[in-house]
């Protein structure tokens, strides 16, 4: 069965997205066609995952969660259940999910919005009860982006709010890029497993090399002179 969609991994979505056009297809990739989203429609999505990043920023700083706007949003919100019978894609909708208000692309799409919303709301519920619950870790990753012009990957979120991410990580403190976009850090959250620290290997590994170059400039060079070395011989 395909795995279902759940808030933890759109948020990590929205971070590969630079225009809106980026959200439609994404969209599209999971509903299998392409929809007709209208721009209001499109930000108001948008606005949602960014309440929701902000709301896990808070919540990692320890600050106050704006729980009267969660509690406003999700008063409006009825829940059902999907249909036994309902044709499963490569991506599946949460069974539990926001019922329909409307018809049409517009609709199906706050149906997901608000549907994420609950989630989230069921996790920051289960967290505050209890901390020993299962938490949410940010990856420490970093990697260069010659192109960026913000220190935040997603664009529309505070960059004062991600300036505090980006001074924990001791490199980009240390080298005085804490404030340059020329390094990005992974945007990518992910439910932490001991001390788990990146989201995959491959991050673990190229931010390994970059913190290396970082603090060595000629670490890449002395590098690349042993690999011509060895192949020499």
Not at 94 to 109: E, K, N, Q, T
Not at 135 to 150: K, T
Request: proline letters at 6%.
């Amino acid at each position: 069965m395909p795995a279902s969609l759940n808030w933890v991994d759109v948020l990590n979505e929205q971070a590969t997205w630079s225009r809106q056009e980026d959200l439609a297809n994404w969209y599209a990739s999971i509903s299998g066609r392409q929809p007709a989203l209208s721009v209001q429609a499109v930000e108001d999505f948008q606005e949602t995952l960014n309440f929701l990043r902000r709301q896990v920023s808070a919540l990692h700083f320890h600050e106050r969660l704006d729980l009267a706007s969660l509690h406003s949003q999700l008063g409006e919100i009825q829940l059902g259940l999907a249909p036994e019978n309902e044709p499963q894609d490569t991506v599946r909708y949460p069974l539990l999910r926001a019922r329909l208000r409307g018809s049409g692309d517009d609709a199906l799409l706050r149906s997901l919005q608000e549907t994420l919303l609950v989630q989230f709301a069921q996790f920051l519920a289960d967290r505050l009860d209890d901390p020993a619950n299962p938490g949410i870790a940010r990856c420490e990753g970093l990697y260069r982006e010659g192109s960026a012009r913000q220190i935040s990957p997603v664009p529309s979120f505070p960059a004062t709010v991600e300036l505090r991410w980006r001074r924990e990580i001791p490199a980009l403190v240390d080298s005085g890029l804490d404030s340059s976009p020329e390094v990005q850090r992974c945007a990518d959250f992910f439910v932490p497993r001991g001390k788990a620290r990146f989201c995959s290997d491959d991050c673990r590994f190229r931010t390994f090399q970059l913190t290396k170059q970082l603090e060595e400039p000629g670490y890449l060079a002395a590098k690349q002179k042993r690999y011509r070395d060895r192949r020499q011989k």
